[in-house]
């Protein structure tokens, strides 16, 4: 499977270098460069892409914005956002995976890291390590943000082990890692998790872990049951 990729940035150097990286894999393919947030909103759309890695400091259009649009739009529904940031505990990543980012990278970031980047956020999944994941939402639970996510029904629409799983995706666990823990099969894991994202209205992995604590299922600096 081709993964198309649109590569926002305003500084056409960098928009180079990453496609220096990620044109010799053959199963990328760059559809376009966009060098504002509102280019990179229009071209995601025209260009049909599946993953955008998103620069967060833009002219016209911030990459939050950015961001936001895409998510929030249902032609754009499949398209996945990758936020590129320079310090990645910037304020702003936090306010990007409001928005509907499905993970972020640095700058600095090592080429083999960045194409492993791109085709986990491409399959679905968040990019968030268990230790980012806590620091950031830890740290999203105390800034006050207009970014919102979709309203999502109550919790009560999931069965006893969808809040399980639920639980345990929001303190960091991977599909492999809930799996030895429940002692299910990697693949049932994966089920549960899309029907719960389906059932509560996200897209992805990011905002499950983001609504989990939002809601109070899970507290920041709660310990692993």
Do not use: C, W
């Amino acid at each position: 499977m081709t993964i198309r990729l649109l590569l926002a940035d305003d500084q056409p150097l960098i928009r180079a270098g990453f496609r220096m990286f990620v044109d010799p894999e053959p199963d990328f393919e760059v559809v376009g460069e966009a060098g504002t947030g509102r280019e990179a909103v229009e071209l995601a759309r025209t260009a049909r892409a599946d993953v955008v890695l998103m620069d967060i400091r833009m002219p016209d259009m911030d990459g939050i914005e950015a961001t936001r649009r895409i998510a929030a739009s249902d032609d754009l529904a499949g398209v996945r956002v990758l936020v590129l940031t320079t310090f990645e505990n910037d304020d702003n990543v936090v306010l990007a995976l409001r928005a509907g980012a499905s993970g972020f990278l640095g700058k600095q970031v090592e080429p083999a890291d960045l194409i492993h980047a791109v085709r986990v956020v491409a399959a679905g999944e968040a990019l968030l390590s268990p230790t980012a994941t806590r620091g950031l939402i830890s740290h999203f639970l105390t800034q006050p943000s207009t970014v919102a996510l979709p309203e999502a029904p109550a919790l009560g629409a999931l069965s006893d082990r969808e809040r399980e799983v639920l639980t345990l995706v929001a303190l960091g666990l991977s599909n492999d890692d809930i799996a030895a823990r429940l002692y299910l099969s990697p693949l049932t894991v994966k089920t549960h998790v899309n029907r719960t994202m389906t059932k509560l209205g996200v897209r992805d992995r990011a905002q499950l872990v983001v609504l989990a604590y939002q809601s109070g299922l899970v507290r920041a600096g709660e310990p692993q049951p």
